[in-house]
Structure formats: structure tokens, C-alpha cells
């Protein structure tokens, strides 16, 4: 009640309120949802090693003195083809392009532990940011700390950004040792990819140097050759032969999970809020009911816990939602499952899974909701 209140009612507005609408896109499971969560500092987006755990746009809010960021949390994108092999709504193809109407910056999250894709933007992300050329961009490349042979990031970042990165061409410089020893964090703490002789408006370059670009600089750009001008529209055939985007305003490199470097990117987005009326109260971390938030839950330990195809075809029903006597909730869900043996899994033997789904989401809901959860979960076979 008190959620649907504060998102009902008129948000309060500081004496002169600033925000910015971000847009975090990338390829399924890049890590979207766990670099959400660690701006916001608590958990309401589901997190999973499976594909397609955000099924829907939800919003998150991080209210900071006179600013407001809205995080539009989108689904992964992916194609038609894709879509139907995981059930996906409709809303899923739709969803990302729809939050890219409403972003004032757009962040393009890569995962470079994943050897298969990280030399160059999917398709479908390079349709996006093509069909938003007016929208600044960001690249925040994920999992850096897994990456073994920091050097190759090199490579990485002229691929991703074509060599260009707000306007100008880089010049490469290592600032790594080209052996396997070198240290991990030294690449976290190169974050910053503008030339430091640049004036980027708002960025950080000028009065937090020295908190956000810490270490040796990535690359310096190029005097020579002409500052690029504005976005040019790409057609079908331009995007053919691309690989990255030459429009980055920024590149940042971080680690998600363990909340690596993520300080400095929230820092440079408070910065590039603009003027403008606060559209949550700043009480609201998300426009999320508590309800949508613990089915979300739900359901990425049960996308964790089940093989493949399966968890798609689960549907959630809440059959019990009520506050006890000393502020704890009360929670029955039943979990129903297309086939018998589907619900033999999702039970285990000696109810091991079910439990094991049960406790985990338990403890999940109780750091969200700052309370007691006492969850119960029921499987059955649908109808």
C-alpha cells in the first residue's frame, strides 16, 4: 500500500531537480539487471545465468540531493527467431526500442569474458543505437575481473568503438603488461575513455579527475585527422561491415557482480543529469509492485535451478500475500508446470530443489522488502 501511495501520489521536488533517463542495452545476459541493481544498491531486478530473465521494462530509481536517475531496465535484445524458441512475448522484441524513445543516454553494456561475442556490437544492438543516432551513448564493458589477459582489452575497445570515441580518433597505448600476471585491477581503474585534454560538458574530466580516472590513461586521441561530425544515418548495408560504434561519448570497464568500478559510472551519470521535474518520490527505488518484485525473484531461482527450456513454461500464481501480527509477510505461491515430469524436477528428490528455490528467494525478498519473509511455495501440473 505504502508503494502504490508514493507512485500515486504527485513525487516531492527538490528547488531545482535534475534527471536522466538511462537506457541499458546489450546482448541477453550481459549483465543489465546485476548492474542495475549495484547503482541502486539493493536487489529488485532478477538476476540469472539464463537468458531472458528480464521479461518486462521495469523501472529503477536512484534518487541522489537534487538528482534523480531512472533506470529502464530492459529486456536483452534479440530476434524474432530467438524469441520463440523461449517463449518470449511479444513485448520482449519490443520492449528495449520502446525504453530508447524515452532515454536521454543510452549505456551499451558488453560482456568481455565471453570470447564468442565481445570483438563486436550484436546486431540487434547496432540496429538500436542506429535508429537513435541523437541519443548519446556509453560503453561499459562487464566481467572485466574474469578477463584473464587484461592486454586483449585493447583490441576490445578499438573494435567496439571503431576507433573513434566522442569524435575523435584514439591512439592506442598499452597500459597494461602483455603477460598474464599482470594485475587484475589495473584495468577497473582505467575507466575513463575521453582524452583527458578534452572538455566534455558534465564529465568528469574536469573536477573529479582525479576520483575517475585514476591509473594510466586507456589511449589519447588523435590531433591528426578531422573531429567527426554529429551521427550520420546508417543504413542496412552500413551496419553490414560494422563491428562497433563510433559515436561513444565514454567507455567505462567495470565488474558488476562485485560492484567493481560502478561508483565512478554512477558519479559521471549524476553529472550528465539535466534540468528537469523528478518523476518518482524520492522514496521509490522502483515502479515495481512488491508482488511483481517477489514473482521476478521467484522465478530467477527457478530459471537457476532448471535445465534448459523448462522454467520458460512455468506459470506463478500468489495465492496467499498477507502481513502477520509482527510485520512479518506471509507468502504462498504455487508453481505450475506444463508436464508431470517437469514438476519431478522442479520438486527434487526429497523436495531438495523446491526447498532450496524457496530459502533462497526467501532471504532475496527479505534484503528487498527490509523485512520477515516467510515464503511458501506449492507445484502442481497445469489444469
Not at 530492459?74 to 520492449?95: C, F, I, Q, S, Y
Not at 521509490?284 to 522465478?299: A, K
Not at 502481513?323 to 517437469?342: A, D, F, M, T, W
Amino acid at each position: 500500500e505504502e508503494q502504490k501511495r508514493l507512485l500515486e501520489n504527485r513525487p516531492d521536488q527538490p528547488q531545482n531537480p535534475k534527471v536522466l533517463r538511462i537506457a541499458i542495452i546489450g546482448a541477453p545476459n550481459a549483465g543489465k539487471s546485476t548492474l542495475s541493481n549495484q547503482l541502486l544498491g539493493r536487489k529488485v531486478f532478477p538476476v540469472s545465468k539464463k537468458v531472458h530473465t528480464t521479461r518486462c521494462k521495469a523501472r529503477g530509481v536512484i534518487t541522489h540531493e537534487d538528482t534523480q536517475l531512472i533506470i529502464l531496465d530492459t529486456p536483452g535484445l534479440t530476434n524474432p527467431l530467438k524469441a520463440k524458441r523461449h517463449n518470449l512475448d511479444e513485448a520482449m522484441l519490443t520492449d528495449p526500442w520502446d525504453s530508447m524513445k524515452h532515454a536521454d543516454l543510452v549505456l551499451v553494456l558488453v560482456d568481455v569474458s565471453d570470447h564468442w561475442t565481445r570483438n563486436s556490437l550484436s546486431k540487434e544492438v547496432l540496429k538500436c543505437l542506429s535508429q537513435f543516432p541523437h541519443i548519446p551513448s556509453v560503453l561499459v564493458l562487464n566481467k572485466v575481473d574474469i578477463l584473464k589477459k587484461k592486454f586483449l582489452l585493447l583490441d576490445i575497445v578499438t573494435d567496439l568503438t571503431e576507433g573513434i570515441v566522442n569524435g575523435k580518433k584514439l591512439e592506442v597505448k598499452s597500459a597494461f603488461k602483455q603477460d598474464s600476471s599482470s594485475s587484475a585491477k589495473s584495468p577497473l581503474q582505467i575507466t575513463r575513455a575521453a582524452p583527458p585534454e578534452s572538455k566534455v560538458p558534465g564529465s568528469p574530466c574536469g573536477q573529479e579527475k582525479n576520483q575517475a580516472q585514476e591509473g594510466s590513461g586507456l589511449y589519447k586521441s588523435s590531433d591528426a585527422g578531422e573531429e567527426a561530425q554529429g551521427p550520420k544515418h546508417y543504413g542496412p548495408k552500413d551496419l553490414k561491415d560494422m563491428k562497433g560504434w563510433p559515436h561513444f561519448q565514454e567507455i567505462f570497464m567495470l565488474a558488476a557482480l562485485r560492484g567493481e568500478e560502478v561508483d565512478t559510472l554512477k558519479r559521471y551519470l549524476l553529472m550528465q543529469a539535466k534540468p528537469g521535474p523528478w518523476e518518482f518520490h524520492s522514496d521509490v527505488l522502483t515502479n515495481q509492485s512488491p508482488q511483481e518484485i517477489c514473482d521476478n525473484i521467484i522465478r530467477e531461482k527457478v530459471l537457476e535451478y532448471l535445465p534448459l527450456e523448462v522454467p520458460y513454461g512455468v506459470t506463478q500464481v500468489t495465492e496467499i500475500w498477507e502481513e502477520g501480527k509482527c510485520g512479518e509477510l506471509l507468502i504462498v505461491q504455487s508453481l505450475l508446470v506444463p508436464r508431470e515430469s517437469h514438476k519431478r524436477m522442479l520438486i527434487g528428490r526429497g523436495g531438495k530443489v523446491i526447498s532450496r528455490i524457496a530459502q533462497e528467494a526467501g532471504q532475496d525478498l527479505m534484503n528487498a522488502f527490509l523485512c520477515e519473509v516467510r515464503l511458501k511455495l506449492k507445484v502442481e501440473v497445469k489444469g
